[in-house]
């Protein structure tokens, strides 16, 4: 009797135990459903009734899962307990694209600002060799009342002693050099890289002892809100031409507006080419320059000379570079785009790249999609097919990025674009678009339009001794997609 007695109090002790391991279970699930919930909630992306019908079907399930638990007979009791596991596992990796997402989100606008990378260059025959040497000594720098400018200056100031000599332009100040009027100058990267290229033999003439980057805070007003779930806005895609950190200062090689009407559902791409010849805005001259030259003043600069241009509001702004290209073209495993014409890309810069292209569809890895985007010196239309091609990629990109493919790269994604984008879009519309495609699921249509001019050689304002190729605005074409803006606005 005693040891039956004994018997009983252990299975009794067993199932005890085994109810408080399943009560715990249910307890670790629900903590897990309200921590998702929260996550949800603060990601903001799904509509009311979504949110509350999925809250109620979480719930449900839990306390579902913990009914069979206390019911009678072990099958139920496996099958609940392996449900929730597999449930508590689930939540466990979607709380983490969630906090991964919101993470990325708040990161996009941390960008708010534009670098300026500066170089402190020698003659390579000089026995200069660092900072300290030149305390005290000439330094040339280009007159400018640009903040980029006026920060550098400061920054120096704090490590030693400097006579600054200001010149007018770029020919100047490497002159200045040469004839040792000065005994080193002071240039901006991009500057510097511009320099480079019409002056092929400043590399073999010149040595940088010292480099350094300042910050720029970009102007507030750049921002004009509005309601982008029901109000048509504009967004200026700018693509440098450089690689690295995202906030430099460069060329900008892709200047697209992208009109949204958000109530009609379409979308107009409209490109300027980058040799555009235009005022640059709160450039005090009459002499104008490239559009892409906009670039090096900034994003800001870049955005202001296409609203004078258009005529219109750049609501927002998105700014990528070569390294942005090329990551989130290899992680949506590469784009197919249409080819009318095959043509060979060649270039030589850190790498030999050496791409051919056939006619028909070409799947396209991110070095290839680079240098699809930038060729125009083996197209038949130069700029124009270059364009062209910029519009193909971004239509490709983002039609890859809604394919199912995106669920299976979405972390990867992630990733490739964190540091390497920036807009000033904003969490809240970000996540008000996502929440109004999840809700109607519409259709999107999508439209090209580019700018059209004259070839032509000119004095610009980057560069104003020699003579630069540059597109003459044709103004015709300029009306027309201001038209076209026009009527995207207007639901027509």
Request: hydrophobic share 40%.
């Amino acid at each position: 009797m005693k040891n039956s007695s004994n018997a009983n109090t252990k299975n009794t002790r067993r199932k005890h135990g085994k109810k408080k391991i399943f009560r715990r279970l249910f307890y670790v699930s629900f903590s897990f459903t309200i921590l998702f919930l929260i996550a949800l909630a603060k990601l903001n992306v799904l509509p009311i009734l979504y949110f509350g019908l999925l809250s109620v079907g979480l719930v449900s399930f839990d306390f579902f899962m913990l009914f069979l638990t206390l019911k009678k007979g072990w099958k139920r009791k496996g099958i609940a307990t392996v449900l929730t596991l597999l449930k508590i596992i689930g939540t466990i990796v979607i709380l983490i694209y969630f906090v991964h997402t919101l993470f990325f989100l708040n990161n996009l606008s941390k960008g708010n600002f534009n670098t300026e990378n500066y170089s402190i260059i020698v003659l390579n025959t000089s026995s200069y060799t660092k900072l300290k040497d030149i305390k005290d000594k000439k330094i040339g720098i280009l007159k400018s009342k640009e903040d980029g400018v006026t920060k550098a200056k400061q920054y120096l100031n704090k490590k030693t002693s400097l006579e600054y000599i200001e010149v007018e332009d770029t020919d100047a100040l490497l002159e200045a050099l040469i004839q040792s009027n000065v005994d080193a100058i002071l240039m901006e990267e991009a500057q510097k890289t511009l320099l480079e290229d019409t002056c092929k033999e400043l590399k073999d003439k010149e040595r940088i002892i010292y480099e350094f980057s300042v910050d720029i805070e970009i102007q507030d007003n750049l921002i004009k809100n509005v309601d982008i779930t029901n109000d048509p806005f504009n967004i200026f895609i700018s693509g440098i031409d450089s690689y690295g950190k995202i906030t430099s200062v460069s060329r900008s090689d892709v200047n697209m507006v992208v009109s949204v009407n958000p109530k009609t559902h379409k979308v107009l791409l409209t490109s300027i080419p980058r040799d555009y010849y235009v005022q640059l805005h709160g450039i005090d001259t009459n002499l104008k320059d490239k559009i892409t030259h906009a670039g090096i003043h900034g994003i800001d600069t870049s955005v202001k000379t296409v609203e004078d241009l258009l005529g219109i509001d750049i609501n927002y702004y998105a700014k990528v570079n070569f390294t942005s290209l090329i990551k989130i073209v290899d992680e949506l495993g590469g784009v197919d785009v249409e080819v009318s014409e095959p043509f060979r890309a060649y270039y030589e810069e850190e790498e030999v790249v050496n791409y051919s292209f056939k006619k028909g569809i070409n799947h396209l890895n991110g070095k290839q999609a680079l240098a699809f985007a930038r060729e125009r010196k083996s197209l038949a239309d130069g700029d124009l097919g270059r364009v062209r091609h910029q519009q193909q990629l971004l239509e490709a990109i983002l039609n890859k990025a809604l394919s199912k493919t995106i669920l299976l790269k979405y972390n990867d994604l992630l990733n490739a674009l964190n540091g390497k984008f920036i807009t000033n879009l904003g969490t809240e519309n970000i996540t008000a678009l996502v929440k109004k495609q999840i809700k109607e699921m519409p259709s999107w249509s999508f439209s090209n339009y580019s700018l059209t001019g004259t070839d032509a050689h000119q004095y610009t304002y980057s560069y104003k001794t020699v003579k630069s190729y540059v597109m003459e605005p044709n103004l015709d074409s300029i009306n027309e997609a201001k038209e076209k803006i026009k009527s995207l606005r207007e639901n027509e």
